[in-house]
Antibody, heavy 119, light 111 residues
Framework: QVQLQESGPGLVKPSQTLSLTCSVSGDSISSGGFYWSWIRQRPGEGLEWIGYISYGGTTFYNPSLKSRITISVDRSENQFSLRLDSVTAADTAVYYC???????????WGPGTLVTVSS | QSVLTQPPSASGTPGQRVTISCSGSSSNIGRNTVNWYQQLPGTAPKLLIR???QRPSGVPDRFSGSKSGTSASLAISGLQSEDEADYYC????????????FGTGTKVTVL
């Protein structure tokens, strides 16, 4: 049973970079066929897909965030990471990492981590 | 921003059947399969239905999904108190180089 766990700072200043890591256990992040996503949920709002990195290392980003996002993988640590540049208060959200396949984002989810953007 | 529209709320008494609609377009539901997620209060979403009508292991058969044209539906039969949650539909959208979109969400209340 795969398990995912987000980690990173809970508070980021405006204009700075948000960096989060998702640690994966119970499966190799290099396993064929899986896509590793980041999704966020602003307080009291719905879900927004941020992007994914595939088992082969291909990245695919939400066009609305593409200019500010980098998703990368550290296979030696079995982790993948999110970098979101130039944050504003609008980036305050619970950030989830998730595993899916080619049809489904988020067959398995981490518990989420709240990131607040504030000075 | 969401291009998948759901009713904001739905409700029913225990044992009733509740249906949630999800309206999209030719670039998303019209071309791609639909997934449904359940989000209990204060928890991460959980995949409920994948690829229009497939239940992942462990999901009760009270939950069923369907799709027709550019719309999809989630039905909950024999509503139970533990079904009180937010429900989201989602699909890949082939516009703007492609991206995954979630519905606006529906809050289900068990009366």
């Amino acid at each position: 049973q795969v398990q995912l766990q987000e980690s990173g700072p809970g508070l980021v200043k405006p204009s700075q970079t948000l960096s989060l890591t998702c640690s994966v256990s119970g499966d190799s992040i290099s396993s064929g066929g899986f896509y590793w996503s980041w999704i966020r949920q602003r307080p009291g709002e719905g879900l927004e897909w941020i992007g994914y990195i595939s088992y082969g290392g291909t990245t695919f980003y939400n066009p609305s965030l593409k200019s500010r996002i980098t998703i990368s993988v550290d296979r030696s640590e079995n982790q993948f990471s999110l970098r979101l540049d130039s944050v504003t208060a609008a980036d305050t959200a619970v950030y989830y990492c998730a595993r899916g396949d080619g049809y489904t984002v988020g067959a398995d989810w981490g518990p989420g981590t709240l990131v607040t953007v504030s000075s | 921003q969401s291009v998948l529209t759901q009713p904001p709320s739905a409700s029913g008494t225990p044992g009733q059947r509740v249906t949630i609609s999800c309206s999209g377009s030719s670039s998303n539901i019209g071309r791609n399969t639909v997934n449904w997620y359940q989000q209990l209060p204060g928890t991460a979403p959980k995949l409920l239905i994948r690829r229009n009508n497939q239940r992942p292991s462990g999901v009760p058969d009270r939950f069923s999904g369907s799709k027709s044209g550019t719309s999809a539906s989630l039905a909950i039969s024999g509503l139970q108190s533990e079904d009180e949650a937010d429900y989201y539909c989602a699909a890949w959208d082939d516009s703007l180089d492609g991206h995954y979109v979630f519905g606006t969400g529906t809050k289900v209340t068990v009366l």
